[in-house]
């Protein structure tokens, strides 16, 4: 019976489920940060969460692009630390952040300085445009922060890091939820920004996750 096998035969499956688990869990983290911006501008109108989920949509796809990217990272740096050449991680992590942030530049540039056009682009409705226009305006850094996100974080896995991108996720998404709670709809006494605060606290939040994974990566690779 499987309570017979041997604790040889059972490592394997313990193994792969310590680092499932927090990967499966990370991920969906990182996924809820655009569902509460969505959650958070219910409150401002139909218009404001149309608009804002037209941006996170576009936002959406740009993750599934680095996702490949940090897929192809991590499979690198095991390969390199499997082999013992860990000195030579370094320069695969640095291109891998070099070309993650050269693939969202243009998303940024353009959301910066022609968030208008791109929002009309993206809906009809004028309102709709607006919302989505003002969004990805004070959003311009979220795609280059998330591309140095996930290839710190898939650089930390695949060296067997699993519990530093699980808990720099949930404090990303801790902070994004108490910034929108409080700047979106204007609680404690601060006032209301609107979709301009999701924008900016996604953000925010994306930078301090940055903050840990790199602290934790300097650490592993005594950079």
Same mark, same amino acid.
């Given at each position: 019976? =499987?309570?017979? +096998?041997? !604790?040889?035969?059972?490592?394997?499956?313990?193994?792969?489920?310590?680092?499932?688990?927090? $990967?499966?869990?990370?991920?969906?983290?990182?996924?809820?940060?655009?569902?509460?911006?969505? #959650?958070? *501008?219910?409150?401002?109108?139909?218009?404001?969460?149309?608009? $804002?989920?037209?941006?996170?949509? =576009?936002?959406? *796809? $740009?993750?599934?692009?680095?996702?490949?990217?940090? @897929?192809?990272?991590?499979?690198? *740096? +095991?390969?390199?630390? &499997?082999?013992?050449?860990?000195?030579?991680?370094? @320069?695969? *992590?640095?291109?891998?952040?070099?070309?993650?942030?050269?693939?969202?530049?243009?998303?940024?540039?353009?959301?910066?300085?022609?968030?208008?056009?791109?929002?009309?682009?993206?809906?009809?409705?004028?309102?709709?445009? +607006?919302?989505?226009? #003002?969004?990805?305006?004070?959003?311009?850094?979220?795609?280059? +922060?998330?591309?140095?996100?996930?290839?710190?974080?898939?650089?930390?896995?695949?060296?067997?890091?699993?519990? #530093?991108?699980?808990?720099?996720?949930?404090?990303?998404?801790?902070?994004?939820?108490?910034?929108?709670? $409080?700047?979106?709809?204007?609680?404690?006494?601060?006032?209301?920004? &609107?979709?301009?605060?999701?924008?900016?606290? #996604?953000?925010?939040?994306?930078?301090? !996750?940055?903050?840990?994974?790199?602290?934790?990566?300097?650490?592993?690779?005594?950079?």
């Amino acid at each position: 019976m =499987m309570r017979h +096998a041997p !604790e040889r035969g059972r490592s394997p499956v313990r193994a792969v489920w310590r680092l499932g688990i927090p $990967v499966a869990t990370q991920s969906l983290l990182s996924s809820m940060l655009a569902f509460v911006d969505t #959650t958070m *501008v219910t409150s401002l109108g139909a218009s404001a969460l149309a608009g $804002v989920g037209i941006a996170g949509r =576009m936002l959406f *796809v $740009v993750s599934m692009v680095l996702s490949g990217l940090a @897929g192809g990272t991590g499979i690198l *740096v +095991a390969q390199y630390a &499997g082999a013992g050449r860990t000195e030579e991680i370094r @320069g695969k *992590v640095a291109a891998a952040l070099c070309l993650g942030v050269l693939l969202t530049m243009p998303l940024a540039v353009a959301s910066l300085f022609f968030g208008s056009r791109l929002g009309a682009m993206l809906a009809p409705d004028a309102d709709v445009a +607006a919302a989505a226009a #003002t969004f990805l305006t004070y959003g311009a850094a979220y795609a280059p +922060a998330t591309a140095i996100s996930m290839m710190l974080a898939a650089t930390l896995r695949s060296l067997g890091n699993t519990r #530093t991108p699980l808990w720099s996720g949930a404090s990303s998404l801790a902070l994004n939820t108490l910034l929108n709670y $409080v700047f979106v709809l204007g609680h404690f006494g601060a006032p209301s920004y &609107g979709i301009a605060a999701a924008a900016l606290a #996604t953000t925010a939040a994306r930078l301090i !996750e940055i903050s840990s994974l790199a602290f934790a990566l300097r650490r592993h690779l005594a950079i």
